[in-house]
């Protein structure tokens, strides 16, 4: 299983594009859409959000990865505390 943590915060904005590509490769790496392979996805500015549970789809992480807003602080820890 691999957990996939994503900074949605205010400093993240200039490069919001390049990681949301890179973040889709590495799942896209990582998840053939295989039920042995499974992944999750959470995001973190302010406070840490399970944005996607458990799931062995790459489509689906993709998909709600591309539906994140940027905004708010950078609560690293909190989101590391709930994967």
């Known amino acids: 299983m691999v957990g996939f943590l994503v900074d949605k915060s205010n400093k993240s904005m200039g490069h919001g594009d390049k990681f949301k590509e890179a973040t889709k490769e590495l799942i896209l790496q990582r998840l053939p859409n295989d039920r042995d392979y499974q992944g999750y996805l959470i995001s973190y500015s302010s406070q840490a959000e399970l944005a996607m549970n458990t799931t062995w789809e ?3 992480l993709t998909d709600r ?5 940027p905004g708010g602080g950078a609560a690293l820890y909190n989101a590391i505390h709930m994967a």
């Not at 990865?65 to 807003?69: S, T, W």
Request: aromatic residues 0%; positive net charge; glycine residues 0%.
């Open 58 to 60: 790459a489509d689906k």
């Open 65 to 69: 990865l591309d539906r994140l807003k």
